[in-house]
């Protein structure tokens, strides 16, 4: 027997592994707990009524939970129409930037136009700020403020970019032996994209359709500018909630766990999706 096979030597190497995940999760403890405590603050304020949330000291656990603040929040105000409204948006705009970020990060990423990556680069990183007041002043002469359409183009101007970036770096992982043995088989440019190419870059689509829905969903700079009364997206929906007279916590945080939770449901998907993805492309490619 060999002293690294030994009983001695196998304890130590499972106490070692059993430190070091110790340690890992209490990192990972202290680096999640704000977010973890902030979440479950909102959570608490909106299944308590607001007796409970104005309470001294506070309450932390609701001694008696209720979704009566949900209730409120669809009753009193149209929030599904808002709620509607995002999904109209923000979907949209996130189908638009597949369409159309898809083929282009395919072209460039074949094309070695490393330029043009650097512009949508820096398309994506030009705050939205800098073109509001252009993108209002035509709205307005078009006739369009106070509809859709503009905060839909403007979210489709902010996802657009992000859905190239990140299909250039997937297209260029893929190995062009495979595409060219499909245009050996008699297959066009088009058909090699659409048979070879598209399905192995799934977890690139996927990636980019959640990252542009995320960022479509949470933007509020557009929704305030452009949208009316009817026209409002979830953000600005929430914002307006807040008055100067008195803070309504329990609604306030059920508006908020609404806006959460098309996110959240999102993010649990798209890593069984990448996983997913992933997996079948390794066994294929095997």
Request: charged share 10%; with cysteine; net charge positive.
């Amino acid at each position: 027997m060999t002293p690294a096979s030994s009983p001695r030597s196998a304890g130590y190497w499972r106490l070692r592994r059993w430190i070091d995940n110790l340690a890992f999760a209490a990192v990972l403890v202290v680096l999640l707990a704000p977010v973890l405590f902030v979440f479950f603050w909102v959570v608490s304020l909106s299944l308590k009524f607001d007796i409970d949330n104005t309470a001294y000291p506070p309450i932390f656990v609701p001694p008696t939970p209720t979704l009566d603040n949900f209730r409120r929040l669809f009753a009193d105000t149209p929030f599904a129409l808002y709620f509607w409204n995002s999904l109209l948006v923000s979907g949209g705009a996130t189908l638009a930037a597949l369409l159309l970020g898809v083929p282009a990060g395919y072209g460039i990423a074949k094309s070695k136009a490393h330029g043009l990556a650097v512009l949508m680069l820096i398309s994506r990183m030009t705050p939205g700020l800098s073109y509001l007041i252009p993108l209002f002043t035509l709205f307005q002469i078009l006739g369009l403020l106070g509809t859709l359409w503009p905060i839909a183009i403007t979210h489709l101007v902010i996802t657009l970019p992000i859905v190239v970036y990140v299909m250039i770096g997937y297209f260029e992982t893929l190995p062009p032996e495979l595409e060219e043995a499909a245009r050996i088989d008699g297959c066009s440019v088009w058909q090699a994209f659409r048979y070879v190419a598209l399905p192995l870059a799934r977890p690139g689509i996927v990636v980019g359709a959640i990252l542009s829905f995320i960022y479509s969903w949470n933007n509020f700079v557009f929704g305030a500018v452009f949208a009316g009364r009817t026209t409002r997206t979830m953000p600005v929906a929430v914002y307006n909630m807040l008055t100067f007279e008195q803070f309504a916590w329990g609604p306030l945080a059920a508006a908020a766990i609404v806006v959460m939770l098309p996110v959240l449901f999102l993010t649990v998907l798209i890593q069984r999706e990448i996983v997913g993805g992933l997996t079948a492309g390794g066994v294929k490619g095997a």
